[in-house]
């Protein structure tokens, strides 16, 4: 009986980091760390403590965050049953390893996974601030991207969880090995946080919120087939990054008292 062979690695859509490039992608997750502390610091610090109250009352009273957070610790707490690894890894095979895989269909999967970069929302705040006169939705965009990152960052040092081409050699990875950990999906929850915060500034009709929403789920489906997250990472970052949006959302009030335009 023969055995099984496992797929050659497709060819690499953009080489890998080297030299200073990878020297910081390296260092850049206890950098955040670093940053995140530093930065809820000197927030926190620098808020008056009426606002504070204001924002804090404001949070607790908004049910769909404080349901998105108690999903997210389940989540999270999930990652400590060990049968939910062998669940997670049999799902992440289904979508990076099952069907017909054709060099394009890599490429373009590849390309939807670039939506939740970061790239993109910082790329449309700057439309907004320079071509629109919209300074207030672009300060919203950048500023919560940034600290969204710092956020995703934190949480990935923490739950210290492996990549799935760290756990299973069958893992099929398109682009580039993604340095770091896995929990939670970081281009998820920037999808999720972008496509909450626009479906709220612009607010289209019902059918341009799914069809937002379909985009963000398209991002969470290409981090398993890219090979870079396990499904329950996908899961947490899309929690995450909607938690981020409501969040935003709240402190919608606050900006012009801090950002006077």
Avoid at 85 to 109: S, Y
Avoid at 147 to 161: D, P, Q, S
């Amino acid at each position: 009986m023969e055995k099984t062979q496992t797929p050659p690695p497709p060819p690499p859509i953009l080489p890998k980091p080297t030299g200073f490039l990878a020297r910081v992608l390296k260092l850049r997750r206890p950098v955040t760390v670093l940053g995140l502390l530093l930065a809820i610091t000197l927030f926190l610090t620098w808020l008056p403590p009426e606002q504070r109250g204001e924002i804090g009352r404001a949070v607790l009273a908004r049910r769909s965050l404080m349901v998105a957070l108690g999903l997210f610790t389940l989540v999270s707490l999930s990652l400590l049953w060990a049968r939910g690894q062998a669940i997670d890894n049999h799902v992440f095979l289904l979508f990076n390893l099952w069907g017909f895989r054709p060099r394009w269909l890599d490429i373009l999967m590849w390309i939807v996974t670039q939506i939740g970069a970061g790239l993109v929302a910082i790329g449309l705040a700057i439309y907004l601030y320079f071509f629109k006169a919209d300074p207030m939705p672009a300060l919203q965009l950048a500023l919560g991207t940034m600290t969204l990152a710092l956020l995703v960052e934190g949480l990935k040092e923490i739950m210290n969880r492996a990549r799935p081409y760290l756990i299973n050699t069958q893992a099929r990875v398109i682009g580039w090995k993604a340095p770091g950990r896995s929990f939670p999906s970081g281009h998820t929850a920037h999808a999720f946080f972008l496509v909450t915060l626009l479906n709220f500034l612009w607010e289209p009709p019902l059918i341009g919120t799914i069809g937002l929403f379909a985009v963000a789920v398209a991002v969470g489906i290409t981090r398993m087939y890219v090979g870079a997250h396990f499904p329950r990472d996908v899961v947490a970052g899309s929690i995450l990054g909607f938690a981020w949006g409501i969040f935003m959302i709240l402190i919608d009030p606050f900006w012009p008292l801090w950002f006077p335009f």
